[in-house]
């Protein structure tokens, strides 16, 4: 329980920084780049509880 | 001897203070149960009487929908004025400088919408799980009364047989929902509502896996306790005619002068038993449609206003947050069905036990 307290919560978290610091970055030529890398980093928090739960890498 | 006689001692010697006590409380918060005890219940049946009053009944069930619906309207006002607030910033959003003040005016009113939204859902979920808890209540007072009842019948074997398994199926069933079912679907919500705050589907799938996997995952758990609990009950039954069968006709046949008698009031009695029982899961049956009508009535109140809510938001607010709103609607509507299949779970093991009791002539 406390598991899915704390990956809900930090999901919820991540989702909101990156939204606002998508939005408030300068125009740039890397903006692109930084968008890819902001949707990894939310992909690793969703599966995070999946790779826990079966065995952990 | 008169059946009644026989009635009266039997229903006294039943311990039907607890059952009384939640029929009782049921009929108060509901106000849609009129105040019936048992002894009434017998009498009815027995006469062939009406039991419930279905004109009057349906009345207070419009009325207490209609009023429901107008409490929850507060929030759903309140969510559409927010909405407002978000269309005028994103169609109005050239005139107010730079792209991001808009941008980032709505993503803060999606997240008060987020907080009204989670605040009243969690009210619903909550009063959800009082819900179940009180009908698993009512099983377990009701449980203890009717198979004694069975057994008195000379349904030993079904009894010894039934209690556990079917005292086991209430409370695995009741722990299953509790701490799986109900909060994996007030997790699908909360990832619906996240959902929300971008213009881009993060966790929209998620959700709707979540919201999926609990209507599956109630339907399995209740196939698989009907199954275990009838089948149990049809194996047990056949056993327990013989039983009682070879009873009477030893005491009809082997005893010289009385037997006949002996035998008869024997049948009486067990009739009698039998009736109580059946009266008794009548009463069950009651308690729990009444203690089911209330929640499922307030918690599709409060998911019909989320309905309309999306409804009169999707042409002023964004795509996201008229999805989620309607996604919100209709994982209330899956609190609902859970809470649904779940009394009809118990109607079916109390309906399993009224129907047992194989005393009547083998023809």
Request: a negative charge.
């Amino acid at each position: 329980m406390e598991l899915m307290k704390d990956w809900v919560r930090s999901l919820f978290l991540i989702l909101l920084a990156i939204t606002f610091i998508e939005m408030l970055l300068p125009e740039s030529s890397m903006g692109k780049y930084l968008h890819f890398i902001f949707s990894l980093v939310i992909m690793a928090t969703i599966l995070y509880p999946v790779i826990r739960l079966t065995g952990g890498v | 001897m008169d059946y009644e006689t026989v009635l009266e001692e039997q229903l006294e010697a039943t311990e039907l203070s607890e059952l009384e006590d939640s029929l009782a409380d049921a009929a108060q918060q509901s106000g849609v149960l009129e105040e019936l005890s048992v002894e009434d219940l017998v009498h009815r049946l027995l006469n062939g009487q009406q039991i419930l009053d279905s004109d009057q009944i349906l009345e207070n069930l419009k009325n207490l929908f209609l009023l429901e619906v107008r409490s929850s309207l507060m929030l759903g006002c309140e969510i559409l004025a927010v909405c407002i607030l978000i269309g005028m910033l994103t169609s109005f959003s050239d005139s107010f400088g730079k792209r991001t003040v808009s941008s980032l005016g709505t993503v803060i009113c999606s997240c008060v919408i987020i907080a009204l939204c989670m605040g009243n859902f969690y009210q619903s979920y909550e009063y959800c799980q009082d819900a179940l808890g009180t009908m698993a209540h009512s099983m377990e007072i009701l449980l203890p009364v009717m198979i004694p009842l069975l057994v008195a019948m000379g349904g030993i074997s079904s009894g010894s047989i039934l209690d556990p398994a079917v005292a086991g199926a209430v409370t695995g069933f009741s722990a299953l929902m509790e701490h799986i079912v109900l909060p994996l679907v007030f997790l699908s919500a909360v990832f619906t509502m996240i959902n929300s705050i971008t213009e881009k589907d993060y966790v929209k799938k998620l959700a709707g896996f979540l919201r999926k996997g609990t209507i599956f995952l109630t339907g399995l758990a209740v196939t698989v306790f009907t199954g275990i609990a009838a089948i149990q009950g049809m194996v047990t039954k056949a056993a327990d005619g013989i039983l009682i069968n070879t009873t009477k006709y030893s005491l009809d046949n082997f005893v010289p002068i009385v037997g006949g008698f002996a035998a008869d009031s024997l049948d009486m009695v067990i009739s009698c038993v039998g009736l109580i029982k059946n009266a008794i899961g009548v009463a069950g049956i009651l308690l729990i449609l009444a203690l089911l009508v209330i929640p499922v009535l307030k918690i599709l109140a409060v998911a019909v206003i989320y309905k309309i809510t999306a409804i009169a938001a999707e042409p002023v607010a964004s795509k996201n947050i008229s999805d989620s709103l309607n996604e919100l609607g209709t994982a209330a509507i899956t609190m609902t069905v859970v809470l649904a299949i779940g009394a009809l779970m118990f109607l079916i093991f109390i309906a399993i036990i009224m129907g047992m009791g194989g005393g009547g002539r083998w023809n």
